[in-house]
């Protein structure tokens, strides 16, 4: 598979319909991981391509696993149980005499 380029010329990757699954969450790890750097020293071009490939790739997941795992911890339901949880745990109790 060649990888499309950029208007500079310089290649981009494979397109994201084009990865194998193992490839295509492969490539999402790599791009959440250098996320952060690339958000506070990147150029103003290597932010955008890296928005654009990023969307591109999680478009592309979700397209493939729209029934995908979601955990409930993630979920405001699970976010708003987390807080009444932590708020029961620190308030204190009177304890018996």
């Known amino acids: 598979m060649p990888p499309t380029a950029t ?3 310089a290649p981009e990757g494979v397109a994201a319909t084009r990865l194998l699954d193992d490839r295509l969450l492969h490539e999402l790890e790599q791009l959440h991981r250098t996320r952060h ?3 506070l020293y990147g150029s103003d071009d290597a932010l955008r391509h890296h928005n654009d490939r990023t969307a591109a790739l999680e478009a592309e997941y979700l397209r493939r696993f729209p029934d995908r795992l979601v955990t409930a911890g993630r979920t405001r ?3 708003r149980a987390r807080e009444a949880a932590a708020r029961v745990e620190a308030t204190p109790t009177e304890s018996p005499r």
């Open 37 to 39: 750097e690339t958000f």
């Open 77 to 79: 339901s699970g976010a």
């Open 7 to 9: 208007t500079d010329g």
